[in-house]
């Protein structure tokens, strides 16, 4: 089993640039692919992007590519996600998420979720 906990949220101007973090805790890091989600207010959760057990694959919701960018630091224990260019609409609480099997852009695909960070962009 592995615990996460996220950090990192704020409140940011639009334009303006975050990174949150996710560390990890419990079972080898690098047993997992990683991803964020994220859930705004009345919406369902949703993918945002996702990176492979070594780091060397990723992908990204079509919302947030070429804006956002995941990583991973397997000996910290951590992964991130680098928002530049955050628009209003990127606000949400964001969630990390640990799969034992497989980076997929699926909800019931992780089995391991923290507890969230707020992000607010305002405009």
């Known amino acids: 089993q592995v615990h996460l906990v996220e950090s990192g949220g704020g409140l940011v101007q639009a334009g303006g640039s975050l990174r949150l973090s996710c560390a990890a805790s419990g079972r080898t890091f690098s047993s997992y692919a990683m991803g964020w989600f994220r859930q705004a207010p009345g919406k369902e959760r949703e993918f945002v992007a996702a990176?492979?057990?070594?780091?060397?694959?990723?992908y990204y919701a079509d919302s947030v590519k070429g804006r956002f960018t995941i990583s991973r630091d397997n000996a910290k224990n951590e992964v991130y996600l680098q928002m530049n260019s955050l628009k209003p609409e990127d606000t949400a609480s964001y969630y990390c998420?640990?799969?034992?099997?497989?980076?997929?852009?699926?909800?019931?695909?992780?089995?391991?979720w923290g507890q969230g960070t707020q992000v607010t962009v305002s405009s």
């Open positions: 990176i492979s057990w070594g780091g060397g694959g990723s």
């Open positions: 998420a640990a799969s034992e099997s497989t980076y997929g852009n699926t909800y019931d695909e992780y089995d391991y």
